[in-house]
């Protein structure tokens, strides 16, 4: 129960809006399938652009197909990170043309375009389309936009905002938003996908990130905000920026944000505390150097762990990812990361079996062995390649790592020797079932 507003769909509305374009977003995220047809029988659009990625993607695919029977059949244009990589496979189920990268600028020139018989096509960088003799067409890239801060603030107003803010105060404790400061990645992670931003760093102004979250305040009544960002800190001169506005504004709020451990220092954490940084996710994916230097993540993880002490000095919470099955990995590797997480001590860690997204590093490493799926009804998470050990060794080892970690986090807790027992036994018991696997 932690939704968020579509980002990405909101930002395009508002550059439709401020060039007078007549639309309306449906956010089908409270939604069900049923009420959305409904909505497409009323509303009888002309055009229908679809948010996709590999979560959605094989659902967004299905309802495509239900919406290209219809005698009046929309004009469909599928967007996302999941495109850049697939775009073939997009426009050969369904979508009619397909925006790889950023989305604002290419899709008002396709809509301009449809609005002048559907003509010029070839003209529109960033787009990709199916032609009426079934050719697909790929244009060349578009230009990243260079200066962001020119971008008009996500259109909120285009969807009803209650059900996420109130679901955030039911589930856990505050009105809760989302808000982007930039856009693009700096780093070269080999797990990483960077297809619609690119490896770039382009950042808004504090000032006007500072704008939004007025509003943000002021209209929806927000009580904490989430930083969609890969790297909130990844410009100390920003953070200095960011830091300077919200004081003479006298204005704090709650958030967390990602970043990584060597773009921190004690400066900085203080910053973020005093501008009402509650948790940070500083990532490191291992607990083995070795394997964080194999994911070309370029940090060291004795300073992953000096910068989580450093962030609860000043009370800021903590949390880290950790992937598990990344190549080569080995039962060592796998111990050196419990180990890690006793000594990082995190307040919240997640944990991810490796999957290779099309477009990565990883996947380009391990392609000549990867299984072919269908590619409709499936998603890149349900890749499997040649791991050190079979599939079911690693729910065995996530179980072990849970369990190790959570009895030792109960033993600095002083919990009950009962509480700390069962931690205990479920770990006996994964190193048991990872033992039969390995």
Not at 217 to 245: C, M, N, P, R
Not at 399 to 424: G, M, T
């Amino acid at each position: 129960m932690r939704p968020y507003p579509p980002l990405g769909l909101l930002y395009i509305s508002a550059y439709l809006k401020e060039r007078d374009v007549e639309h309306e977003v449906y956010d089908t995220t409270f939604a069900t399938t049923e009420e959305f047809y409904k909505k497409i029988e009323e509303f009888q659009p002309e055009i229908i652009g679809f948010y996709v990625n590999l979560m959605t993607k094989t659902q967004v695919i299905k309802i495509a197909q239900v919406l290209e029977n219809l005698s009046n059949a929309p004009f469909m244009i599928f967007g996302g990170p999941d495109i850049r990589y697939n775009w073939e496979n997009y426009l050969k189920h369904a979508a009619d043309a397909v925006i790889f990268g950023e989305g604002e600028e290419t899709f008002y020139e396709l809509v301009q375009a449809i609005g002048q018989g559907r003509s010029k096509f070839e003209n529109i960088p960033g787009l990709a389309y199916i032609t009426n003799k079934g050719e697909l067409i790929k244009n060349d890239e578009r230009q990243r936009i260079k200066d962001i801060n020119e971008i008009p603030f996500p259109n909120r107003n285009a969807i009803d905002m209650n059900p996420y803010l109130e679901t955030w105060k039911q589930y856990h404790g505050a009105r809760t938003l989302s808000i982007s400061t930039q856009r693009g990645c700096p780093y070269t992670c080999k797990w990483c996908s960077t297809a619609v931003y690119g490896q770039s760093y382009r950042r808004r102004k504090p000032k006007l990130v500072v704008d939004e979250i007025e509003i943000l305040i002021d209209q929806y009544q927000a009580e904490a905000l989430w930083f969609v960002d890969d790297v909130f800190t990844v410009s100390h001169k920003w953070i200095d920026g960011f830091h300077e506005e919200m004081r003479t504004r006298n204005l704090a709020i709650q958030y967390e944000c990602i970043t990584r451990a060597e773009r921190l220092n004690e400066s900085v954490i203080q910053k973020l505390s005093e501008t009402g940084c509650f948790r940070i996710w500083i990532g490191a994916e291992s607990g083995s150097q070795r394997i964080v230097d194999k994911m070309d993540r370029r940090v060291d993880l004795n300073t992953v762990v000096e910068m989580m002490s450093l962030a609860k000095k000043y009370n800021i919470e903590v949390g880290t990812f950790i992937m598990i099955g990344y190549p080569t990995e080995t039962i060592e590797d796998i111990n050196l990361t419990i180990d890690y997480l006793k000594r990082a001590n995190p307040d919240l860690f997640t944990i991810t079996k490796t999957y290779p997204i099309k477009g990565t590093a990883l996947y380009e490493e391990l392609e000549p062995e990867l299984e072919q799926l269908d590619w409709s009804t499936s998603t890149d998470r349900q890749i499997s390649f040649k791991r050190t050990y079979p599939e079911r060794f690693y729910d065995f080892a996530i179980r072990k790592i849970v369990n190790e970690v959570n009895h030792h986090q109960a033993l600095l807790r002083r919990d009950s020797i009962f509480k700390r027992s069962k931690f205990l036994a479920k770990a006996k018991i994964a190193t048991f079932g990872m033992s039969r696997y390995s």
